[in-house]
């Protein structure tokens, strides 16, 4: 099983930048990596995606403003974001893909917070 740790959360203000780190403690190289995002009183929804074999899919919330990008050899996954607006405001969460479907694992990391002020 794989394990997430996320960071790279913090306040920033609408235009802004941040950019998101996922560790992993486990090899991701055959996994599809996924973030999501929770924002009070919402459901989880999947912001970005990336293969195994580096395809990217993003919600159309953020498609141009956010990019996914994975480093095999540091078991790590990013989430670049730019022009940030107040509704990306929420808890980003990392997560590991099941084997052969497009599914995350049952378990979540505790997320990184990211607040954008307006």
């Known amino acids: 099983q794989v394990q997430v740790a996320e960071s790279g959360g913090g306040l920033v203000q609408a235009g802004g930048s941040l950019r998101l780190s996922c560790k992993a403690s486990g090899i991701i190289s055959i996994r599809a990596m996924y973030w999501y995002r929770q924002a009070p009183g919402k459901q989880r929804e999947r912001v970005a995606s990336?293969?195994?074999?580096?395809?990217?899919n993003y919600a159309d919330s953020v498609k141009g403003r956010f990019t996914i990008s994975r480093d095999n050899a540091k078991n790590t996954v990013y989430l670049q974001m730019s022009s940030l607006k107040p509704e990306d405001t929420a808890v980003y969460y990392c997560?590991?893909?099941?084997?052969?479907?497009?599914?995350?694992?049952?378990?979540w990391g505790q997320g990184t917070q990211v607040t954008v002020s307006s």
């Open positions: 997560n590991a893909g099941r084997i052969g479907r497009d599914l995350p694992l049952d378990s």
């Open positions: 990336i293969s195994s074999g580096g395809s990217q």
